[in-house]
């Protein structure tokens, strides 16, 4: 089993920066893709990033590419989420996710993964 857990969420302005976190514990080693999602109230779970683990091969949002950036932290096991020039449409409560599997490209939907954190909460103030 793996647990995940997110951190680095609050109040921010918009232009603001944001690093979110999210530490992988359990059967990490079984990590082959890691990604971030994100909900706003009333509306679907969208993809935000994603990585594969060990290549490094990332895959963004079309309308996030150049603003956010997804990593692996020096700790092997924490997914990072980078967030830069924020805007109030980033409002959202953002999820850590993780799978097993080991596809050529990191997945887009919430079903390619099969971990999920709890979330950590967003809000970008005009």
């Known amino acids: 089993q793996v647990q995940l857990v997110e951190s680095g969420g609050g109040l921010v302005e918009a232009g603001d920066s944001l690093k979110l976190s999210c530490s992988i514990s359990?059967?990490?080693?079984?990590?082959?893709?890691g990604g971030w999602f994100r909900q706003a109230p009333g509306k679907e779970r969208e993809f935000v990033a994603g990585?594969?683990?060990?290549?490094?091969?990332?895959s963004y949002a079309d309308s996030l590419k150049g603003r956010f950036t997804i990593a692996r932290a020096d700790e092997q096991d924490t997914l990072i989420l980078q967030m830069d020039r924020v805007t109030p449409e980033d409002t959202a409560k953002y999820y850590c996710?993780?799978?097993?599997?080991?596809?050529?490209?990191?997945?887009?939907?919430?079903?390619?993964?099969?971990?999920w954190g709890l979330g950590t909460q967003v809000i970008v103030s005009s």
């Open positions: 996710a993780a799978d097993y599997k080991s596809p050529r490209r990191p997945g887009t939907n919430p079903s390619d993964y099969t971990y």
């Open positions: 359990g059967r990490a080693f079984d990590v082959n893709t």
């Open positions: 990585i594969l683990w060990r290549s490094g091969v990332t």
